[in-house]
């Protein structure tokens, strides 16, 4: 157990729709990450916020979006989905920004139908 | 940022040591290398983190050469239950990011 909470586990919704991803970082870790995996893909990066605050981005679409709260939890929204978006989706946190030991979450099956 | 390359695949006998190696000619001088774990359909799991020389834990072992342009994660004796990707990451300072490559498969036989 990574002592990364990510929820839920699977989502199943329709193109179109909006969805939230939640994620819980290890606790006393400031910076949350958030990737995407398709199918046999490899881990793109989407973006990362140190306590609170965005720190980098990287291939993020428009019509995703992501914060991080005071109480350092993590939210991803996805919204208008389209099929190519099904995915699995990790949160992964660490303690400080440039930290290269992150720790990862079991990940959110998102299938869009 | 620093680019990785390494082997898209492996293949290994169970009990055998493997090595992967993975190249970073343009690696800065604050970046450490860093290598990941990931089973399929689970988050990657950190193995091991190193800066120059050798570094050794319970898992595995890091080599890396005088002038630190690649880096070889070596696996003692591996077993069935090693089957996975292996990603090699390089980052250093407050501008990174924590970018994965396309890693190595690795696929451990009887």
């Known amino acids: 157990d990574s002592g990364v909470t990510q929820t839920p586990k699977h989502l199943i919704t329709a193109t179109g729709q909006r969805v939230t991803l939640r994620c819980s970082p290890r606790s006393g870790d400031l910076s949350v990450y958030w990737y995407q995996q398709s199918l046999d893909q490899g881990l793109q990066f989407l973006i990362q916020y140190y306590n609170g605050e965005e720190r980098a981005k990287g291939n993020i679409l428009e019509r995703f979006s992501a914060q991080q709260f005071p109480d350092l939890h993590s939210e991803l929204n996805l919204s208008s989905l389209e099929l190519g978006d099904s995915a699995l989706y990790f949160c992964?946190?660490?303690?400080?920004?440039?930290?290269?030991?992150?720790?990862f979450g079991q990940g959110t099956r998102l299938t869009v139908v | 940022l620093a680019k990785t390359t390494q082997p898209i695949s492996m293949d290994s006998y169970e009990g055998q040591e493997v090595n992967i190696t993975c190249s970073h000619n343009n690696i800065a001088t604050n970046d450490y290398i860093t290598w990941y774990q990931q089973f399929p359909s689970q988050g990657p799991r950190f193995i091991i983190q190193?800066?120059?020389t050798k570094v050794t834990n319970e898992v595995a072992s890091l080599f890396i050469p005088a002038d630190r342009k690649s880096s070889t994660l070596s696996l003692p004796r591996v077993s069935l239950s090693d089957t996975a990707v292996y990603y090699c990451l390089v980052r250093g300072g407050t501008a990174s990011k924590l970018t994965f490559g396309t890693g190595t498969r690795l696929q451990v036989t009887l």
């Open positions: 992964a946190s660490s303690v400080a920004a440039e930290n290269t030991e992150a720790f």
């Open positions: 190193g800066y120059k």
